[in-house]
Every structure is written in C-alpha cells, then in structure tokens.
C-alpha cells in the first residue's frame, strides 16, 4: 500500500516556529496564511526530513531561535523519522523498532514528490521521457523517433535532389526531329562511298557498252567474215544496252549534308537523351519521396499504436514529437490545474509505494479549479500537502508568524476565516 505522511510535527526550520499537522488520508490538505508568514518553510521542513541532506535549505534555523530545528514525520507504514540537535541528526525507526537510515526512505519516497516545482520546471522533452519512463516506452519509443527523423531526412534529400532533376529537365530544350540515337559519321561515311562504288561501277558498265557497241560497228566492217561472231556480239551488245537503262544513279547530296552536319544533330539527340534521362531520374526520386512518406506515417501510427496500448497514469495523457501532451494540448497550453494534475499522476506513477505529493503556491487556482483537483486526488487515494496564500476556508490550516492559528477540515463554497485554535507551539 503507497506510503502517506500521518503526523508531523517541525520546530525552528526556516520560518517556522512550532506547527503540528495531521494531513488528510486523500486529497488536498491546504496549509494557507499571508505571504511570509512560514507556509512553505512547512513543506521544506518535509522535503528536508524525508529526502535527506540534498534538500536541506540553505538556512535551516530560524532565525532568532536558540533551539536546533527538530523535525518529526510519522509514516502510514509505521516508520518514523526525526532530525533533531544541533547537526540535525537523521534518526529512521520502523514499526518494529529497529534503527534504519536514508537508504530506506529512497526506496518508497518518491524525490519529484518532495520537489514537484523541479519536474513541473523541466524541459516538455524531459517530461515526455518521464512518462515513457514509467510507461516502459522510452527504448522503443526513442527508436522509432530515430527511425521516424532518419526517415524524413532521407525523404527531404530525395524531394531536394528530385526537384534539382526535374528543374534541370525542364530547363533544357527539347528537339522533336532529332533522331532518338546519335548519328555515326563512320556509317555515314560508308553509305557514301557504297553508292559512290556503286555509281562507279555503273559507269565501268556503261563504258563497257560503248566498248561493245565500238567492236560491234568495227566487226559489222568485217562482218562477211566474221558473221557468227557478228551475230553473238549483238545479242551480248542487246544484252549490254537492256542491263544499261536500268541503272539509276543515286545522290549523295543528302549523305553529304548529314556528314556536315552531324555534330548538331548528335548534340541534339544527346539533349534529348538528357531530358529523358533526368526526367526518368526525377519520376524515380519522387516515387522514392512518397514511399518515404508512407513510412513516416507508419511510423507515426506505431508510436501512437504503442501510446494508445501503453497504461498510462492519466487518460488523456501522451507523447507527441517528444512532447507531453494531455488531452490534445501541450504542457505550455494546458491550464494551471492540468499542469499539476499531469505532474501529480506521473510522478506517482514514478514511484507507486509513495502516496503523497507535496505542492506549493496553489494561490494560483480559482477556488472551483482547487476543488476539482481536490477532488481527483482523492478519487485517486493520493494525499496531496499544499501551500496557499489564503486565510480562506479552503485551507486546512494557516500559519501565522510561523505557527498554526486555525483550520478548516471542508471547502467551503465560498472562502470564509476559520475558527481561531490555541497555539500548541510551547507544548512541543
């Protein structure tokens, strides 16, 4: 069962002079009073007992005092501890008797219960580890952190890289009758000399005709005499002629202005190759960008998967981007009363076997806002031992020239003066 304070009783610490008090079992127990009167000397006065020489104030003694500080907790498990004399002496005693020390304390004293200011003051990121901490999700929360952030620094220099593509792409110049490969001069070259070899040969066979058609008139001369050969000189002469007029000579003009002008053409089609090339690059880089995308997303829903799953120690508290955030809002946006009700619930959960908290300056709250948060901590069976500047009848006690005067165990709907009690400072 969590630890709660049953009695204390404090001497000569700071401010105060003699106060005894017996906070109730749950909920808020309000020690009120004007300003400078010993309030928080009361808390501090706890702080010291129970945390040890960490949270000794910086000037214990009253002032004025001849007396050493003594102060006296009695614990719901049955322990009691003292510090008393002149160097404050820590004395631990358990239900049984036995002697025991500082060690003992720590292990169901929770510190941020002792020092709430000192969570509440802390970075949002800070907190948010907190709440993980005690949830169990700091590890695999921080990793997929880690995945989440290494994820979007890729996809960020993907998107950069891809935007420079398909700007580079844009701007360069797009030449539609350019040929899709470059032009080889050397094929060039050999289509001309072929139909040049080719019209050569053309014409060998054209001089060849004339030749035959020559030795035919200079046989004809002859030809009594050599009439057979006369004979088949025509016939090949006819042949001659018949293969001649089907020869169509073919112009390199064409060839001859492509070879000229090879060099633009090609450094056209390697522009355009350019083109496609970036625009294809960038279509990649982009597809790559959105499947980043989907796994930031992913990774996202993970995390809140985890959150959601996760007992938390307040409905409606969560991490978002390693910040604390309670019912949507973060710490800065949340109300004075959210802010300690979320810092209440995780530093209790820190520490579960201690049941009080103790909270300073609650003059901060409306008197509708201290109820409900009254209210909740005792719905949640933690004591809380607060400070207020007030002599209202929201206060379960007020301390007066470092002593109590007076209390009030109820709120009252509105704040009304207590009923004066006698002073039983002298009787310590």
Not at 22 to 49: C, Y
Not at 169 to 195: F, G, H, M, N, W
Not at 322 to 336: F, I
């Amino acid at each position: 069962m969590a630890v709660k304070i049953t009695q204390l009783e404090a001497e000569n610490v700071k401010r105060v002079k003699a106060v005894q008090l017996t906070p109730a079992e749950s909920g808020l127990t309000v020690i009120g009073g004007r300003n400078n009167q010993g309030k928080t000397s009361v808390l501090d006065a706890i702080m010291w007992t129970l945390g040890g020489d960490k949270m000794k104030p910086g000037k214990p003694f009253r002032d004025g005092s001849m007396v050493p500080p003594r102060l006296w907790i009695e614990l719901s498990n049955g322990i009691i501890v003292e510090r008393s004399g002149d160097k404050s002496t820590l004395k631990v005693t358990d239900a049984n008797g036995k002697k025991a020390g500082q060690t003992l304390l720590n292990t169901f004293v929770e510190q941020f219960a002792l020092d709430m200011p000192k969570f509440m003051s802390s970075s949002s990121k800070e907190k948010a580890r907190t709440l993980l901490r005690v949830i169990g999700l700091e590890d695999k929360i921080r990793q997929l952190d880690q995945d989440w952030q290494q994820a979007y620094n890729d996809r960020r220099a993907v998107g950069q890289i891809a935007d420079q593509k398909e700007k580079y792409a844009k701007e360069l110049p797009e030449y539609p009758d350019a040929p899709t490969e470059p032009v080889s001069a050397y094929e060039l070259i050999q289509r001309q000399q072929a139909i040049l070899a080719q019209n050569g040969e053309n014409q060998r066979k054209r001089e060849y005709a004339s030749h035959l058609e020559a030795e035919r008139d200079r046989v004809g001369r002859q030809l009594e005499e050599l009439k057979a050969k006369y004979e088949s000189l025509c016939a090949d002469c006819e042949t001659a002629a018949k293969d001649a007029l089907d020869l169509l000579d073919e112009s390199t003009e064409q060839l001859e202005a492509d070879i000229q002008r090879i060099d633009a053409i090609n450094e056209k089609v390697r522009t355009n190759q350019k083109k496609r090339q970036a625009m294809d690059e960038a279509d990649e880089l982009w597809e790559e960008y959105e499947g980043l995308t989907q796994k930031l997303e992913e990774l996202r829903n993970e995390t809140r998967r985890l959150l959601e799953e996760a007992k938390l120690p307040l409905p409606g508290l969560s991490v978002d981007g390693w910040e604390l955030t309670y019912n949507g809002q973060p710490w800065d946006c949340m109300s004075g009363s959210d802010q300690l009700k979320v810092s209440t619930a995780i530093v209790r959960a820190l520490n579960p076997d201690c049941g009080f908290v103790l909270l300073d300056k609650l003059e901060q709250m409306d008197l509708d806002s201290l109820r409900e948060f009254g209210a909740w901590m005792e719905a949640e069976g933690l004591q809380g031992i607060a400070t207020r500047v007030s002599t209202g009848g929201e206060c379960s006690i007020i301390i007066e020239d470092g002593k109590a005067v007076g209390a009030e165990p109820e709120f009252d709907p509105e704040p009304v003066p207590g009923p004066a009690v006698p002073e039983w400072g002298d009787e310590f």
